[in-house]
């Protein structure tokens, strides 16, 4: 269960000071005078991400072209022991870029090339700057697509860094299951390959699994700098559609039933009451206001056929109605529209508080609206956002099952994983990253 | 791509003398008078698996029955600072349970109950005991199943150790992709919940992945005492084939085109002439003596009339001919038995060196029968198996698909993540287990 909105209360320390005026002077050294920002706008822009997590703008901004720069730059860091913030684009939800200590953004803007296409094998490498839909774009005449979606066009690494998943997982897998080997620049500025460097094994039993210690990771272990990932074929047809319930049960039993049959379905979306109604409002629809399902399929025209005759019957069983369908492409984004505005549709709900899961896969965000300068208000849904996790752990779940811990989950972590399972994860960190330089204070 | 038989030189060490003497004595009251064994036809049927490499028996073997126990006995160990090696069913096929430098093998054959089992949710817990056969036959009547089958009937949790996988991993995955919490007893006797205990998210974003950390870790990090794992509903339909090839290129590019339209394929399983003319000798069969393809589809009925209607034109473009269908399960698994049987077929077959491949995942197994009492043939196998991992790693692929490090990779997983990617793995590992207790002398 997820709970987007979370309070977290945090000082901003800046660096500031001689190691500070060193350290930039070193870095024009590798980047050039283009490369290295102290302007407060910049840092502005560098030390928040879409989350309600105050801004803490790093010291200064760096714009690596290359792993080599980075490296340098990290080394620098390592020197003058300034905290390195990774940034991609800033779409995060969990405060994973503020500059809780100040210290130098990483911005990886300017590494945006898509490598080693090997469309026979299905993989691809990619550079920090390369978003999901601009990898998508480069793969339109492959065939081919990469198919995790968070909803942001968010950088692939930065998908890498924080576990990302989002609706197609229920079909596709999380970058958990889609990364095949990560280039990382660690603490100390040494270079690393999780898998070997060069190496795109689909499947592979050679040591210790880097890969997954670093996916999730939210750059508290080293800097992602180029990601292998999964490829899939672009489905011969999809069907999009919108099924209502009479109750919350009735979606989630048609839910769980589905999948028992064997569906296999691209993407299964839960909207209560309250979400459908924001969407409605937000985007002048019509929808009937009770629990939704939003389903898409993929697959061959009679494979479909045979989907969607299995998911209409399941559905009616359990009091589903008012099915609608889309095949074709236009049809379908207009249909997907409200369940992708969800976010934007949530905000402009006040007071309230929607639910919208991707419900194959276990997992809800809800989302509450909140006036930040209102105290009272926000200490209330500090602690209704933390029931809902404490809920979600009592029926033995996870308080974050997309948007990474970053500052909003460190405490609710804990008490998931327990003290001895913390203290495994800390004994890495400072294997890894003995000065805390790497993006300190989150996730630990 | 996979080599199955390597040799390797070691030299087994025991430990002896009054500190064994003690922690003995520790460890009866433990688990009492039969759960340790010190008996030389124990030691030796838990110092060996089922690969080449030498058997070096551990100086006594344990019996644990509890969680608690494994915990107790390896504080015992950890205090006398004696080698731990954990034992599932000695199915392995890399060395990982040869006890190199002596010490205390951990055989967890008593701890087999099937623990938790969450039929609306898909998941399951076992104890190290449970065998893969032994957790379908629980499910029997639920519907569900685990697929993952690396052929051998091996425990769960050593298969979760070892990272394991085999013919169902291009639909199913492997182990990495179903494994959704695992108990482990640390090297100082401590008990961590990889995912916090009793925990089972589909998906998790939670802090650093500890679960896929000790996946495929082969006994060095730790202990596994549970596992929590991944169900799938079974399939209505099942449907498997054979077909022969002109060419391996020909088995090959169907192999690519299948996937790449999209088929979701169960199993699909390339043997090479010489693999084929073995099996048909082991089992008195008449295939004709080519590359071949075994394959098997999993759905509803009239989706597998497409899948197989799919395959059969893309096999046929490629030459592909005396297709062999089987529907019921009796005559699935006669045609199946040649592929299942495949390495016995191969020790059975000398000289010769055939090719078995899990295609659809780009991963093959070059069974090699040699005589070990022969030094001078062992010396050339050895030769022949480097120069085809390395063949491996020049085609940007790993020297262990599936089989692990264990003793007989450990030189090629060096070529193959280079010397950085080294010192992040032998840092880990120092740091769960500084004093190298852990089955020492495996994977680094």
Redesign the interface.
């Known amino acids: 269960m997820i709970v987007c909105v979370c309070v977290c209360v945090c000082v901003c320390v800046c660096v500031q000071g001689p190691a500070l005026e060193k350290a930039v002077s070193a870095f024009r050294c590798v980047c050039g005078e283009d490369g290295v920002s102290l302007g407060e706008a910049v840092r502005q822009q560098h030390g928040r991400d879409e989350s309600v997590h105050r801004c803490c703008p790093p010291d200064v901004v760096v714009f690596p072209r290359c792993v080599e720069e980075v490296s340098a730059l990290a080394k620098i860091c390592h020197r003058y022991d300034l905290p390195i913030i990774p940034f991609g684009t800033g779409t995060g939800l969990e405060g994973g870029v503020s500059a809780l200590n100040g210290g130098v953004c990483f911005s990886l803007r300017n590494m945006d090339q898509v490598l080693d296409l090997h469309q026979?094998?299905?993989d691809v490498t990619v550079e920090p700057g390369v978003t999901r839909k601009a990898l998508n774009a480069h793969l339109r005449h492959t065939?081919l697509w990469f198919p995790v979606d968070p909803g942001a066009d968010a950088s692939l690494c930065g998908m890498a860094a924080?576990?990302?998943?989002g609706t197609n997982?229920v079909r596709y897998?999380?970058m958990?299951?889609n990364v095949l080997n990560l280039e990382v620049v660690?603490a100390d500025g040494?270079?690393?390959?999780?898998?070997?460097?060069?190496?795109?094994?689909?499947?592979?039993?050679?040591?210790?699994?880097?890969t997954?210690?670093f996916?999730?990771?939210e750059g508290t272990?080293g800097i992602i700098t180029k990601t292998t990932l999964r490829l899939y074929?672009i489905?011969?047809a999809t069907v999009s559609a919108v099924c209502s319930f009479p109750s919350v049960q009735a979606a989630v039993d048609s839910t769980?039933q589905v999948?028992?049959?064997?569906v296999?379905i691209a993407r299964i979306e839960f909207l209560d009451d309250v979400m459908i109604d924001a969407c409605n409002r937000y985007n002048s629809l019509s929808y009937p206001v009770t629990p939704t399902l939003f389903l898409e399929f993929h697959?061959?025209e009679?494979?479909l056929d045979?989907q969607i005759s299995?998911t209409e019957e399941i559905s009616g069983a359990n009091g589903g109605s008012d099915f609608q369908w889309a095949r074709d492409a236009e049809t379908r984004e207009r249909l997907w529209k409200a369940r992708h505005d969800a976010w934007y549709a949530a905000l402009a709900l006040r007071p309230g508080c929607p639910l919208v899961g991707?419900v194959g896969?276990?997992?809800f965000h809800c989302l509450t609206v909140l006036d930040p300068s209102d105290s009272d208000e926000v200490q209330r849904v500090h602690l209704f956002t933390e029931r809902l996790a404490r809920r979600a752990?009592a029926m033995?779940?996870?308080?974050?099952?997309?948007?990474?811990?970053g500052l909003g989950?460190r405490a609710l972590?804990c008490e998931?994983?327990?003290p001895?399972?913390?203290e495994?994860?800390r004994?890495?960190?400072?294997?890894?990253d003995p000065k805390n330089l790497m993006n300190p204070g989150k996730?630990?």
Chains 1, 2 share one sequence.
């Open positions: 026979e094998d299905f065939g924080t576990s990302a998943s997982a897998g999380t958990r299951e660690l040494t270079v690393v390959h999780t898998a070997g460097k060069g190496r795109r094994p689909r499947k592979t039993s050679a040591g210790y699994n880097l997954n210690l996916v999730g990771s272990l074929g489905p011969e769980v999948l028992q049959a064997g296999p697959g061959t009679s494979s045979e299995t991707h896969d276990g997992n752990l033995d779940g996870t308080c974050t099952g997309e948007h990474g811990v989950k972590l998931e994983m327990g001895m399972t913390m495994v994860m004994s890495l960190k400072h294997t890894l996730i630990l």
